[in-house]
């Protein structure tokens, strides 16, 4: 057992202990060896059970939407992801701050493909923090897949997501993930016909595809858990990274959930907003 995962188990065991949470999310070990799933620590023995290593990949922080009223503040691990997820959260009203408690461990990095773009693997909100943070290295290309399909001509790009979305099949498990998909009521699950149903044709996909872009839009934390859960296998983030490309060209550097007080970009104005295109 490695140092972190110790001061990780301690940690959880330490707030258990005391009672000063009710339950505490990590990571838990699964009969695959190369995968981890969420972990829910509610007696200090059960710390023994968390684990800290390359495959320790899944977001956990959408998790704390299915207890919105605790009666003790939650302990959860987190990352410069999940921190980020908490930072949306927190700015849509859908948590609150009292509500928790941050247990923040610097990331070095996971076996994803996502995690070479990370620009934030140290926990950006916490109440502890359980080692020194760590050095995040340069990133990769931020808008490697926007930038794929930007590369197509319009044909091509049409060809393109008629194929991905041809093979949805609308299980709304990106949805379910996504710090950003947290309305209290999706439209795709009202009593409807429809796009707003479930049938399975191109046209159906291609509008929950574009809405749900547009809606998680600026307020994407780039992730990747609408890519990791798809059973399908979708290159899902080359719509939501091609929004974020266009808002970086136009005001200059900008992510969703650095913190939790930063307004939306696409949800104010400015009257010396540039308006090239008027």
């Known amino acids: 057992m490695n140092d972190n995962l110790a001061k990780m188990r301690e940690a959880a065991k330490r707030a258990l202990e005391s009672g000063d949470v009710g339950y505490v999310i990590g990571w838990g070990a699964t009969k695959f060896p190369d995968k981890t799933s969420p ?3 509610r007696k200090p023995e059960d710390a023994e059970r968390l684990v800290w290593n390359e495959y320790a990949i899944p ?4 998790y704390l939407l299915d207890d919105l009223y605790p009666d003790k503040p939650i302990g959860v691990f987190v990352r410069g992801c999940d921190s980020r997820a908490i930072n949306r959260m927190m700015k849509d009203n859908r948590i609150k701050r009292e509500n928790l408690r941050l247990l923040g461990i610097p990331c070095d990095g996971k076996d994803d493909e996502r995690c070479t773009i990370c620009r934030n693997r140290n926990p950006l909100v916490y109440d502890e923090l359980l080692w020194d943070e760590a050095p995040t290295p340069e990133p990769k290309d931020r808008y490697f897949r926007a930038n794929a399909v930007e590369a197509m001509s319009a044909d091509g790009r049409y060809a393109y997501w008629s194929e991905v979305f041809d093979q949805c099949i609308r299980c709304y498990a990106c949805r379910n993930i996504c710090p950003a998909c947290n309305c ?3 439209y795709v699950d009202m009593t409807a016909t429809g796009f707003q149903g479930k049938q399975h044709s191109r046209s159906d996909n291609l509008i929950f595809g574009v809405t749900r872009a547009f809606h998680v839009g600026d307020r994407c934390i780039e992730c990747g858990e609408c890519e ?3 059973p399908m ?3 899902i983030m080359g ?3 091609k ?3 266009d808002i970086n060209e136009l005001v200059g550097d900008y992510e969703s959930g650095v913190d939790a007080e930063s307004e939306n970009y ?3 104005f400015d009257l010396d907003d540039k308006d090239e295109f008027m």
């Open 243 to 245: 929004i974020l490309k």
């Open 39 to 41: 972990l829910f620590m």
């Open 59 to 62: 977001g956990i922080a959408k």
């Open 184 to 186: 209290k009521e999706c």
């Open 233 to 235: 296998g979708l290159p």
């Open 266 to 268: 696409l949800g104010v």
């Open 228 to 230: 990791r859960v798809c």
């Open 239 to 241: 719509q939501t990274q």
